[in-house]
DNA sequence: CCCCTGGGTCTTGTTTTAAGACTGATGAGT
DNA sequence: ACTCATCAGTCTTAAAACAAGACCCAGGGG
């Protein structure tokens, strides 16, 4: 299988991955929700080559994740910003980052906290079931066919 | 900077994505949790290159993501199983699907459903606060510097 | 006029990937 | 014994992606 016929096949995880799947994307996906919006910013921060910076930009505003908003005129120029469809992917990203933090943090603990604001503490996401609310274990999941 | 230079990131998303930023893991990560655990059975289910299977398998066992386990002598085969770590990422993989269900699915609904068999119904992941136990919207979230 | 900034494009050489043929150990059928 | 099949890989070749960095273009400032 090539990489450009995953967008096409069912599976919503390969979907998913056809957007965000690449060697870069959640990178740059990770310094969006650090509130980076530049072409030179992510550039800089993550030391990726230009040629694909460019690409991934483009490939994300085209999939609805990022869009370009122009914030001078003459010479016009845009940033990038997360849509909604691209705060929805949050939860993936900290899914990643807390796995890291799990099994890859020294004893120092993790390099990055996230304080829940409304509740003013610090925490890892937990993954909940949207029926009961409580925690999901995966030996407790059942996969089976839908539409 | 090259790939084999996240790894040695101090961010966990980076060293996350060290291990399962390719193009390939998570599609070889879904097929494990779908109790896929051989060598042929990833292959002919992925359509992925031999020589490719054949490196993200000894990767995953050499991260601790995947164990390598005798299943017969003569001639010696093995397959590959789950470890703690490697169900540690189903929230991550969860959340990926449910990301694209919820951008992708068409009228039909999405290819899959997960059922939470100790509460009987199809749910959703949600990303929840470990702390207080509610839901999280990410623009409640504050990163701040941890150890 | 010259240099600076921001956001790219182009070129070149290296690495990765796709596709599929081939290998090696062993068991099953005749 | 001979042939075929299974499983888990390895090898080869050509195409695609990537890294690094030079270069380009539209203004603005001195």
Redesign the pocket.
Known sequence: ????ELSSEKCSLARALAVVG???TLLILREAFLRVR????FQARL?????????R?AGLVADGVLR?VA?QE???????RLTDKGLDLYPVVLALVHWGDAHYAGPEGPPVLHRHKSCGHDFRSVLSCSACGGAVDPRDVEPHPGG
């Open positions: 299988m090539r990489w450009d690449d060697r870069w530049r072409f030179e910013d030391g990726i080559a230009r040629r694909v910076l460019t690409e930009l370009k914030y003459r010479p016009t120029r845009y940033e990038y």
